[in-house]
């Protein structure tokens, strides 16, 4: 036997989401539904109390408008709210699309329990520890210290049922107390013997962190491409600062065990889904470092010069006149390039061409910039 077949294998990251509709997304579903219903009952006040005919159209369609609009707006804007729970590396990730996991140790779960029945209500308090859903059962999860969670469980997804298997398997066998209390004589039901997730759910996951994975180099990729972007917010590329260092470690880790299709492994699978994992988090936390710091962090002037290319690029793109477009452009540039011959600022070479580009445009067919 080599030493690689010695080495132990990794069991697959598992991560599942159950879906909810927010309190956003609902006030936009009764608006429309009450701006879509309104009309008929218009129709008629309107009619019977002798508004003129015109008055009656405009109103009606008004209401009408405003459905269709807030329908517009909604397929745009919509937010797909979900529960996370997942299991990556022996740690337990319990929270939303919408906060920062809380990561627990697998080895400090100490009881599992499913509900009996479907929460009546949705209760999404994170600091409360109370993810459930309505219409859907919840998993009791104890740990050592005492903490308590209630997350919801969608028992059509058979990532969501392997997850549960896993931490059943995981929590030390504690009888109850109405399991003791029962007659002698009472037959219980034979242990369900534990499975892995099924090849099927193991490739649909592997899809999904490739969505992700993709998706992520799609958004950090527009702050090296868009002048716009990287002059607002410096920050979220720049590579001296300790989240972007993070985020390109993570970005190298996933970019090594990304393949172009299913590698057929699943604990190789395992790996990657957990590595696009870490540069999902990864990279949040880049994005927000970097937002929040906005131009700030930069020492000396070098902020305040920024923060004047950035005000100057955004004039060039709002007007017409191509002679003011082509001066604001060059300001912008050799404020730019003064500050990257300082070596003040990590200007990517995409917003570099971007800018010199535009320039050359606004200059037109011909000319040169000084």
Request: hydrophobic share 40%; glycine share 6%.
């Amino acid at each position: 036997m080599t030493a690689t077949d010695a080495r132990p294998e990794t069991a697959p990251a598992l991560i599942t989401r159950t879906e909810y509709t927010d309190g956003p997304a609902l006030i936009r579903k009764l608006l429309g539904v009450t701006f879509l219903l309104a009309p008929i009952p218009l129709l008629l006040v309107l009619a019977l109390v002798g508004v003129p005919s015109t008055v009656i159209v405009v109103v009606v369609g008004a209401s009408v408008t405003g459905a269709l609009a807030l329908r517009s707006f909604a397929s745009l804007a919509q937010h797909r709210a979900a529960v996370r729970l997942g299991i990556v590396d022996e740690q337990i990730l319990i929270g939303t699309e919408d906060t920062a996991d809380d990561v627990r140790p697998l080895s400090e779960l100490t009881d599992v329990e499913l509900s009996n029945e479907q929460s009546p209500t949705t209760c999404i308090a994170p600091d409360e520890r109370d993810l459930r859903v309505r219409g859907v059962r919840s998993l009791q999860l104890t740990f050592r210290d005492g903490a308590v969670y209630a997350v919801a469980l969608s028992e059509t997804d058979p990532v969501a049922i392997e997850i549960m298997r896993r931490l059943r398997r995981t929590a030390p066998e504690r009888p109850r107390a109405h399991q003791q209390k029962k007659p002698a004589g009472h037959r219980t039901a034979p242990e369900r013997v534990e499975t892995s997730a099924s090849p099927a759910a193991d490739v649909r996951l592997w899809e999904a962190a490739r969505v992700v994975h993709n998706r992520v180099l799609s958004e950090y990729g527009a702050y090296e491409l868009d002048p716009a972007l990287y002059l607002q917010y410096p920050g979220v590329t720049d590579i001296t600062r300790e989240a972007v260092m993070d985020f390109h470690t993570a970005l190298d880790g996933a970019q090594a065990l990304a393949t172009d299709t299913y590698p057929g492994d699943a604990a190789f699978a395992g790996r990657y889904r957990s590595a696009v994992d870490a540069l999902r988090r990864t990279w949040a936390r880049c994005e927000r470092d970097g937002k929040v710091a906005g131009t700030g962090y930069l020492p000396g002037e070098d902020g305040s010069d920024l923060d004047t290319a950035a005000k100057l690029y955004n004039h060039a793109q709002s007007t017409d006149n191509a002679a003011e477009k082509a001066s604001y452009l060059r300001k912008v540039q050799q404020i730019t390039q003064d500050l990257d011959r300082r070596g003040r600022v990590h200007l990517p070479r995409p917003v570099v061409s971007a800018i010199e580009t535009q320039v050359r445009l606004a200059l037109g067919p011909g000319a040169s910039a000084p």
